[in-house]
């Protein structure tokens, strides 16, 4: 059959005809000149596409030829993976179904394998990371957004004690500390920490109808915290791979998390289903310590009326994400009147 032979040292390229003989590769030049190399010392390369296949010879010298039959018989022993990968290359239905599961793939690992990681991940990130990751967070939300409080310490310290009962029986509840900071900017509005430092603007105290409203928005930010958000948010942004490093205790990965918590949750917020989680964890929470849970509609209710359409597009905290504010609302409305139907029926089974 026809090739091209190259000496392997300089351009030059010479037409030549090969065959199999007695298990010698021959090669017979146009000028009459035969060359013999054993067929067990010389390389089939991988084929790539359709392209012209290439046969590596002992001294440096190589053929180039079409692909044909041939060449799988002479060569029995070539890598059988590469046998597939080639078949792969010249099928299209086979590299349209392969791309399709590729993407099915990628999809599957960001929707369902990198957060399932990131919340086992999580669970195992060491208190002193947590606190390292709020107090790069503070900091950035003190220099950018957060001023002094101008609350008085009786009120702070009635609606802390209110605080400290509502989350002292919860399995995270030695974490969590107060703070009250001013946002003139930013407007009523409240944000979890990863260690437990719950931030509560004197906006949000000055808006709330009652201390029941502020308790809700404090028991939605304790569902932020009792389901480790905040880490798994930036493990997820970080990806599997830092997550790992994280847990394992790196020190260079610890320090890049830490910067980034405060980043993500500034510029992104909670994710949809995150808000939601915390939204049902508060109504609950609120339920079984004897508070309202209708306290949250009402105080998204009045954020929203305060703010607008802007809480849905917000820096921080609750509406800076989806769902809409609208939606929450009617979510938590009816997750109050089903709470109550329930009780009614319970209170009428007594009787």
């Given at each position: 059959m026809q090739a091209r032979w ?16 007695g298990g010698l590769l021959e ?174 603007t004197d906006e949000m105290v ?146």
């Open positions: 190259c000496d392997g040292r300089t351009s030059r390229v010479d037409a030549v005809r090969i065959g199999l003989v090669i017979v030049f146009e000028n009459g000149e035969r060359r013999h190399y054993p067929s067990t010392s010389a390389r089939l390369l991988a084929p790539l596409g359709r392209t012209e296949r290439i046969i590596r010879l002992a001294d440096g010298a190589s053929l180039s030829l079409a692909d044909c039959p041939e060449l799988a018989q002479w060569f029995p022993d070539s890598d059988p993976v590469q046998r597939i990968v080639h078949w792969f290359e010249r099928s299209w239905p086979t590299v349209l179904v392969a791309v399709v599961l590729l993407l099915a793939s990628l999809f599957a690992f960001q929707q369902w394998l990198i957060p399932g990681a990131a919340r086992a991940v999580a669970e195992r990130v060491p208190a002193e990371i947590e606190a390292l990751a709020a107090r790069h967070t503070l900091a950035l939300l003190q220099d950018r957004l957060f001023k002094p409080s101008q609350l008085a310490e009786s009120r702070r310290s009635a609606i802390t004690a209110q605080f400290q009962a509502l989350v002292a029986d919860l399995p995270r509840g030695d974490d969590y500390r107060l703070l009250f900071l001013a946002a003139p900017e930013l407007g009523a509005n409240a944000l979890m920490l990863p260690d437990g430092t719950t931030i509560l000055e808006l709330a109808a009652s201390d029941a409203e502020l308790l809700a928005v404090l028991a939605h930010e304790a569902g932020h915290h009792e389901h480790r958000h905040g880490m798994r948010l930036a493990l997820q942004s970080m990806a599997l791979l830092a997550a790992i490093g994280i847990a394992t205790g790196d020190a260079g990965s610890a320090a890049s998390m830490a910067s980034s918590v405060g980043l993500v949750l500034i510029e992104n917020g909670y994710s949809r289903d995150f808000e939601r989680e915390a939204d049902a964890f508060a109504t609950a929470l609120l339920t079984r310590n004897g508070h309202p849970a209708s306290a949250l509609s009402d105080i998204f209710a009045r954020m929203l009326e305060q703010h607008g359409d802007a809480l849905d597009t917000g820096l921080l905290g609750y509406f800076s994400t989806h769902p809409s504010t609208a939606e929450r609302i009617e979510a938590a409305r009816r997750a109050n009147a089903q709470r109550s139907d329930t009780e009614d029926g319970t209170d009428a089974a007594q009787h």
